[in-house]
T-cell receptor, first 111, second 114 residues
């Protein structure tokens, strides 16, 4: 059974810092990995999707990497801003065509 | 496109009552997912449909829960009878093709069962 873990559970950084969020998964037989953002009281917004054959994806200040063999992904946020404050979740899909979510990292960027 | 639309946004009901949550997926998306989110268990997949057909309902907690997708533009999740432990945020999501592509989530329904 696929299990997805995110560390740390919460993170607080001053504005302008670069930061890394971590995601690990137990079954390396995945099709893709997605990173989502969730604002309080809102739904999830897909940020990046990395196919299993890819090593990384970039969108603006966000860069996600994938090491499928070791079961790890990182989300790098450059030059963090208060508007980046949210919960970040990673999720993996596999042969069952279901997306399994991690528990998320709550990020607070202090102005 | 207006995105995935869920209704109601908030539902407060008493234990034993029937609850119906509604979802309109993005037009043209073939897959629809129902998730439940709680502090204790995070996001759990309840059921997903592909081309209006339920593919996997292994996450449905018990017989009190049922889901339907009568056509490509509408789905319901019903709880009957509801219990306090069903209190959670229920999300609907759709995608062009299962979990192989990006999922688009609705804003969720906050359910409180008293």
């Amino acid at each position: 059974k696929q299990e997805v873990t995110q560390i740390p559970a919460a993170l607080s950084v001053p504005e302008g810092e670069n930061l890394v969020l971590n995601c690990s998964f137990t079954d390396s037989a995945i099709y893709n990995l997605q990173w989502f953002r969730q604002d309080p009281g809102k739904g999830l917004t897909s940020l990046l999707l990395i196919q299993s054959s890819q090593r990384e994806q970039t969108s603006g200040r966000l860069n996600a990497s994938l090491d499928k063999s070791s079961g790890r992904s990182t989300l790098y946020i450059a030059a963090s801003q208060p508007g980046d404050s949210a919960t970040y979740l990673c999720a993996v899909s596999g042969a069952t065509n279901k997306l399994i979510f991690g528990t998320g990292t709550l990020l607070a960027v202090q102005p | 496109d207006a995105g995935v639309i869920q209704s109601p946004r908030h539902e407060v009901t008493e234990m034993g009552q029937e609850v119906t949550l509604r979802c309109k997926p993005i037009s043209g998306h073939n897959s629809l997912f129902w998730y439940r989110q709680t502090m204790m268990r995070g996001l759990e997949l309840l059921i997903y449909f592909n081309n209006n057909v339920p593919i996997d309902d292994s996450g449905m907690p018990e017989d009190r829960f049922s889901a339907k997708m009568p056509n490509a533009s509408f789905s319901t999740l019903k709880i009957q009878p509801s219990e306090p432990r069903d209190s959670a945020v229920y999300f609907c999501a759709s995608s062009p093709q299962g979990a192989l592509e990006k999922l688009f989530f609705g804003s969720g329904t906050q359910l409180s069962v008293l």
